[in-house]
Each structure stands twice: as C-alpha cells, then as structure tokens.
C-alpha cells in the first residue's frame, strides 16, 4: 500500500503515457463513483451521455470492461453498450462481445442463503430510518448513506445476526453499504485476471488500466500490482494499492478523452 500519484501532474501523466506508448491499454472500470457520481438512491446513478459516448469510442478502439457491484442486468441497462464487457456484482457474472460468458458456479449455491438474508433483513431494518435493501442475483446490499448515525450500530448488528445463522455468506466493506456475497474465492481482482486470460492479453504486451474508487477496488489494484495500472478516483481517506489518483468522475472524462486523443494520433 502507498500513497497513489496525482495522474494530472504533468510530470506523473507523462510518466504514465511513455509506459502506455506502443502497448495495448484494457480498460477495467468501476461503475458508482467512478463513471457516475455517487447518489443517494442507488437507482438515480445514471450515465451522463458525455460518459458513454466516451466509452463507447473507447470500446470501439480498445477492451473496456465495466467491473461493477452492481447487478449484471443492472449494469448494462445503465451502461446500454453492446461493445464492453460486463463483470456484475463484484464479477461473480461476465458477459461480452464474441459470446463471452462466465457465472460462477460455487457462488450460486450461495443464492438460497441470500434469499433468506433479504428476507431476514428486511423484517429486521424496517423501522430503522434510511435503510434500503437492494437485492442482486448474487449480492445483497444493505445501503445505510441516508440512516441516522446512532443507528447504524443497529444496522451492522442486524447484519451480524444473519451472517452467523448463514455462515456460507461474507460482508464486504463499501462506501456506506454492508454487502452481502457468497463466501467464496472470487472478486473483481479475480474477474479482471480472467477476463486478461479470455481475451488473450495476459501477455507482456498488454498494460491493463484499472479505474475505481470503492474498496472492493482494491482487489483489482492487487491484483496488476508489477503487471498493470490501478488509478484511484476521489478523496484518498484510506490506504490503496493504486499508482495513481484522479479527483473525481469528471476527472476520469477527462483521462478518457485524452486517451482517445493518443489512439487517435
């Protein structure tokens, strides 16, 4: 863990752009906070046009590949491009271009314990103020962004209880969110190592980038540690595995469109 560089110090860009000259540059890309700004309701975070006529010019260049905590189906009503990949809810479901398809097997037989974890949850939060369950095929998420700070105790104590009565299910950090998974050997580190090996670019010509702001970012930033790029979007208030760091969404634009500017050339 370090302290990640200012991507647009012109020293530290240049840096950045002379290790990407002459090789091929997938893109792996967070959804909430990264390509979109973070929203109170889960369902307002929709993509700015400028955002997707960015990737999808991107995509029509290069491997983009949407890394997401979101829902797989959800993730790509947002998104709405045939051209990227689509690793949902933390990559536990992949899909994309050519046919690409991947569902983690040892993870669906975790989906009837998170049925009965929504269930449990929802009896046991409904009177604590703000709460919002959003249940994913393979995660359940427990917003708590809009819940008084004296109750969020009550909401991680929920959490707990039915973490011990299903102990074949794991909680994630998030930004506001306890995230309920199948406790199982899988991430987005994970994903974005698969999908470099299903596409053929696990090779040294290759310098995947990897754009996040969450924590469960950080298993993507691990795992190209000596091999890849990890830029962290937002205020740093923890310790990442990211080289870089950009300021916010718009920042990311930004990066993008000069991106585009160089393939161009």
Known sequence: MHSPRDLFEPAVRDELYTRMEGRTTPLFLDYDGTLTPIVDNPADAQLDPAMRQALEALAARQTVALVSGRDLQALQRFVGLDSVYYAGSHGFEIVGPGGVHRCNEEAEAGLEALAAAAEALDTALAEVEGTLLERKRFALAVHYRNTPEDQVAAVRAAV??????????RCGPGKCVFELQPDVAWDKGRAVLWLL?????????????????DWTDEHAFRALEGRGVGIFVGDLDRATAADYRVADVDAVRQFFEQMLKGLER
């Open 160 to 169: 707990d209880e039915v973490l011990e009565r299903h102990p074949g299910l």
């Open 197 to 213: 090996e299903a596409l053929s670019l696990n090779n040294g010509d290759t310098l995947p980038i990897y754009i996040g702001d």
